[in-house]
């Protein structure tokens, strides 16, 4: 981990390190897992609990909970005027199944520890401040991801928020429901005067390079595709290796050639298959079917363009030959996005003030910020993980770089709001 520098001239407002830390650690709790990881699908039992627990939380520091009609969160603090629109800290509390305990949730319990800083010390803002938990940003349990935040910036209606269906067939507005976060407001409405959003890097950069604070202006690129593949089941001990319509091969033979076609145009792109259906998935019948899930992802709309023209020809060129069949559709594109310069250099003179070391980078992950940036003046504020290492129970962020993160946080919020 990153060593903080010696405190500088700090600010006289500091957030309590050891409050945030226990609030993390007390929320890990909600779909903990023995790994010491978080499983808290959005939507699930955990979701709610962790909801609870954070409407809880802010409601103590005085602030008032409002619940959207796709179950975003806003938790809001009044300012001394009331009529500027309210600067914003958002994040995500949900989780992917082998989600570690600092994903998304540092962002909006670090922004708890903003307002619990400023509760604490009477500090009175200019503008409202509200604290934002988006719903469903991983996409694992409803496809795709960033989808309630996507739906406030106008990326996606409604109805096809809650006509999403998870791999039970379990609709996304009856799962709202269920656990009680089908809030009244229409989504959307709300003004939002400015968002940050703090976020672990999810990659290595900021460890390697020994820097405490990453100085995030944009996010890049991204297209997920969906993929079918048809053969024939048939018997593997009867069956003749050339009479075969084998569709594990050709997946398999995919994942190759998506894989090459992100190492061409490396360093800056990333291809993955993560998901994968073999039907009937039995191990004495040929696979008669294949589902799959591609994410592409690049910092240059133009090279995402080419490589999306590279893949659809590989499917035909690798896929027939085989005698079999497929179906391909592209179910998710979220184009780069720059953020605020205003906003930015809030966070590089929030971290200097701080005393951190900051680096200029383009996130590789997917945010919230990436749709909200559409409606308002948004940036990010990213803190190392151990190894570079997200998406896994085994991420790991420290006591000090998650403190680091709120304190920069707090600064750049209070010197947007003197701005
Ligand atoms: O896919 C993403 O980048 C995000 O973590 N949901
Ligand atoms: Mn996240
Ligand atoms: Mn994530
Ligand atoms: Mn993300």
């Known amino acids: 981990t990153v060593t903080p520098p010696a405190k500088s001239d700090r600010t006289n407002l500091s957030i309590d390190p050891q409050r945030l830390w226990d609030s993390l650690m007390d929320t890990a709790r909600f779909g903990g897992t023995a790994k010491g990881g978080i499983c808290r699908l959005t939507l699930s039992d955990d979701d709610r609990r962790v909801r609870d627990w954070f409407k809880r939380a802010c409601e103590a520091i005085g602030c008032t909970v409002t619940v959207d009609d796709c179950g975003n969160m806003f938790a809001r603090r009044p300012g001394k005027r009331a009529d500027l629109p309210p600067i914003c800290m958002g994040s995500h509390l949900d989780t992917q199944p082998t989600g570690g305990k600092f994903d998304g949730v540092l962002g909006v319990l670090g922004a708890l520890e903003v307002m619990r800083t400023l509760h604490a010390t009477g500090y009175e803002t200019n503008a409202p401040l509200e604290i934002i938990n988006w719903t469903n940003e991983e996409g694992s349990r409803f496809a795709p ?35 009680g976060y089908r809030g009244s407001e229409p989504v959307g409405q709300r003004k939002i005067g400015a968002m940050f959003e703090l976020h672990i890097e999810q990659g290595p950069i900021l460890e ?15 297209r997920w595709y969906e993929v079918t593949v048809q053969g024939q089941a048939a018997h593997t001990g009867a069956t003749p290796m050339h009479l075969r319509k084998n569709a594990l091969l050709g997946a398999a033979r995919m994942v190759e050639q998506i894989d090459a076609i992100a190492m061409k145009h490396a360093p800056d792109a990333v291809g993955t298959v993560g998901l994968m259906e073999v039907r009937p998935n039995s191990r004495n019948v040929v696979p008669g079917e294949v589902f799959f899930c591609v994410d592409f992802r690049h910092p240059d709309e133009a090279v995402l363009e080419t490589m999306e023209q590279e893949f659809r020809a590989a499917l035909k060129a690798t896929i027939e030959p085989l005698g079999l069949s497929y179906d391909e559709k592209r179910i998710w594109d979220s184009p780069a996005v720059r953020f605020d310069a205003e906003m930015i250099d809030c966070v590089r003179g929030g971290a200097e003030k701080a005393g951190y070391a900051t680096r200029d980078m383009v996130s590789g992950a997917g945010h919230d910020a990436a749709y909200i940036a559409r409606v308002a003046p948004t940036t990010m504020i990213f803190v190392p993980c151990a190894g570079g290492v997200s998406h896994n129970e085994s991420e790991s962020t420290s006591f000090e770089e998650c403190g680091a993160g709120a304190q920069v946080l707090l600064e750049a919020v209070l010197a947007y709001d003197q701005r």
Do not use: H, N, P
């Open 145 to 179: 991801a960033m989808l309630a935040s996507g739906v406030f910036a106008g990326a996606f209606t409604r109805e096809f928020a809650y006509s999403r269906r998870d791999r039970d067939c379990k609709e996304f507005q009856s799962e709202l429901a269920r656990i």
């Open 208 to 222: 390697a390079e020994g820097k405490m604070i990453g100085v995030v202006t944009g996010v890049q690129g991204m």
